[in-house]
Nanobody, 115 residues
Framework: QLQASGGGLVQPGGSLRLSCAAS????????MGWYRQAPGKQRELVAR???????NYPDSVKGRFTISRDNAKNTVYLQMNSLKPEDTAVYYC???????????WGQGTLVTVSS
C-alpha cells in the first residue's frame, strides 16, 4: 500500500514536497517512482529512483524536481522547485519490484500551480 501526501495550491515559481509512505511492500528493494496525469493527458513519469539510489528524470522537470528515498522510513519524496502552471496534475507514487514485475500505485495527490 502507498499513501501519497503533500499536494496543494502553489504559485508559479514556488515549491512543494510530496511524500509517499509505503507499507506491506519490500520498500528497500523496490524501484520507486512519481508519475503525474494532467486533465486530458496520459500519465507520465516524473522521477524514478532505483534501490541503489540511481535517479532519472524527463527533460521537462530535470533540474527542478528531486526524488529521494528514506529506506528507514519506507518513504519516497519528490521535492518540486520552480513550479510552472504546466506542472499542474495529479501526482501518483509507484513501487516496482523488478524481481517479479509486481507494482503498486498510490491514490494520487493534486498539485495545482496557479496565481
Amino acid at each position: 500500500q502507498l499513501q501519497a501526501s503533500g499536494g496543494g495550491l502553489v504559485q508559479p515559481g514556488g515549491s512543494l514536497r510530496l511524500s509517499c509512505a509505503a507499507s506491506g511492500i519490500s520498500f528497500s528493494i523496490a524501484t520507486m517512482g512519481w508519475y503525474r496525469q494532467a486533465p486530458g493527458k496520459q500519465r507520465e513519469l516524473v522521477a524514478r529512483i532505483s534501490r541503489g539510489g540511481t535517479t532519472n528524470y524527463p527533460d521537462s522537470v530535470k533540474g527542478r524536481f528531486t526524488i529521494s528515498r528514506d529506506n528507514a522510513k519506507n518513504t519516497v519524496y519528490l521535492q518540486m522547485n520552480s513550479l510552472k502552471p504546466e506542472d499542474t496534475a495529479v501526482y501518483y507514487c509507484n513501487a516496482l519490484l523488478t524481481s517479479n514485475w509486481r507494482e503498486w500505485w498510490g491514490q494520487g495527490t493534486l498539485v495545482t500551480v496557479s496565481s
